[in-house]
């Protein structure tokens, strides 16, 4: 009994863990929505000052230092850009990270709790069995005084 109390336990802090660990990939799900949204908007500029640069380009009066302005500014874009999408990969890689300790807790706990019902079962068995032997006992110690 004191076995099937301790495997209880045992469930009912991996039940806590579980939770725990929704929590943490509901937040990290957010934490990638923010960081796809940031790498979002900063490829939308960048394609937005590539077609500032192509119409500026058209115009027969555009100086040296706007070319080196906007290759500047694009290699700026560049960077951020390569540091967003590593972010978001770093992210996404957490997030398998949880999910697989997510994972190992539910099998951890559907194994405990097939361990108790077994244990239970065992344990009704073997109190069934003692309750048959008492009944038996009786029966025959009823049949001795007649």
Partial sequence: MNSIRTVSKVIEIKERNKEDLEAEVKKVLQLIRMEEELLGLLENTYRDAV???EQRQRD????AQELELFSMYFSQLCERIDS???????RLAELEEVRGALIETYKDKRLLEILRGKMVKEDVKQ?????QKEMDF???????KK
């Fill in 51 to 53: 077609g500032m640069y």
């Fill in 60 to 63: 027969p009066s555009i100086r």
């Fill in 84 to 90: 967003q999408t590593t972010a978001v990969s770093k």
């Fill in 127 to 131: 109190r069934d069995a003692l309750a």
């Fill in 138 to 144: 009786q029966f025959l110690a009823k049949r001795g």
